[in-house]
């Protein structure tokens, strides 16, 4: 069976292009029902949560065939530690701390990046700024400026801010400004043929054009902003009245408790997934996988 093109401006058939149907039964199913393991592993969080597990399972074995519980505890007496100083209060307490002082750091360091990118779209001269302040700092290591921020401010909270926001200000700069380099001279010349210009334009042209690469930034400042704090802990110890997960660290390192140490450890990894598989991926999925902006 054959179906003839369309016939031309005279009605005139045009037999020499043909195209030829095909019966639907002669298909066969075009989809077909998956078995339930199929459709487990087609989790991501299952398939993650996997790994994590063969992780854990290596390193109890490797811990049992070492058998040295004060160089390298098992994954077992961990979790025993672990669950004693939740129970306890104290590795809460130590967590919390953290990740007040981490929030403070972090949201400062966001608020001036914002304010400097700006700036830098909207000038030559705050590009130019942008540009050198970022070629100047950027590879400056935040543990480098530690005793500066020490001598400056004081042994506290006010210190550890401060490394928090060089380590994630430039990062987070850098990968921002690079975005809204990238955004096309289309999506800008749309926005002014609807008069957008200045704050505006940035606000509601350059952001979600460029928010696969802002979004980066912000993971690439968080881990930057949670290691930068943990090292600051255990050279600081106390931030104000309490003690945070880099100090309970330092404590349990001196006090010999090895396994209480890869507890700190442990919790530092875990609030660090949490944040990654319940934040960044949210915001992902509402925003730039929502936008059709990244594959799944």
């Known amino acids: 069976m054959t179906d003839l093109a369309p016939t031309g401006a005279r009605g ?3 037999p020499d292009i043909e195209r030829t149907t095909t019966d639907v039964s002669e298909i066969g199913d075009i989809s077909r029902p998956i078995g339930f393991w199929e459709g487990v592993f087609a989790i991501t969080a299952v398939r993650r949560a996997l790994v994590l597990v063969a992780l ?12 040295n519980p ?3 505890p098992s994954f077992s007496d961990t979790l025993v530690a672990w669950w004693s100083d939740v129970a ?9 701390t953290s990740l007040q002082v981490l929030l403070i750091g972090y949201g400062t360091a966001i608020a001036i990046s914002a304010v400097m990118t700006t700036l830098a779209v909207a000038t030559r001269i705050g590009t130019d700024i942008l540009a050198t302040l970022t070629a100047m700092f950027n590879p400056l290591p935040a543990i480098a400026i530690l005793p500066l921020a020490l001598l400056w401010f004081g042994l506290g909270t006010t210190s550890i801010v401060f490394v928090i926001v060089h380590s994630v200000l430039w990062a987070v700069s850098l990968n921002t400004f690079t975005g809204f380099l990238s955004v096309s001279q289309t999506q800008r010349m749309a926005g002014r043929n609807y008069g ?38 255990l050279v600081f110890g106390v931030s104000g009245n309490a003690a945070g997960l880099g100090w309970y660290i330092f404590e349990a390192r001196n006090a010999l408790e090895t396994a209480s140490v890869f507890a700190g450890l442990l919790t530092v990894i875990l609030i660090g997934l949490a944040v990654e598989g319940l934040v960044f991926r949210t915001i992902e999925t509402m925003t730039v996988r929502k936008w ?5």
């Open 12 to 14: 005139i058939a045009r």
């Open 56 to 67: 854990a399972i290596v390193w109890e074995v490797y811990a049992r065939t070492l058998s």
């Open 70 to 72: 004060l160089m390298f």
């Open 88 to 96: 306890s209060g104290r590795l809460p307490s130590a967590a919390i």
């Open 196 to 233: 957008l210009g200045g704050l505006r334009m940035v606000v509601f042209i350059l952001i979600p054009a460029a928010f696969p690469s802002i979004l980066a930034g912000l993971k690439i400042g968080w881990a930057f902003a949670w290691r930068t704090l943990i090292a600051a802990e």
């Open 292 to 296: 059709g902006m990244q594959n799944h």
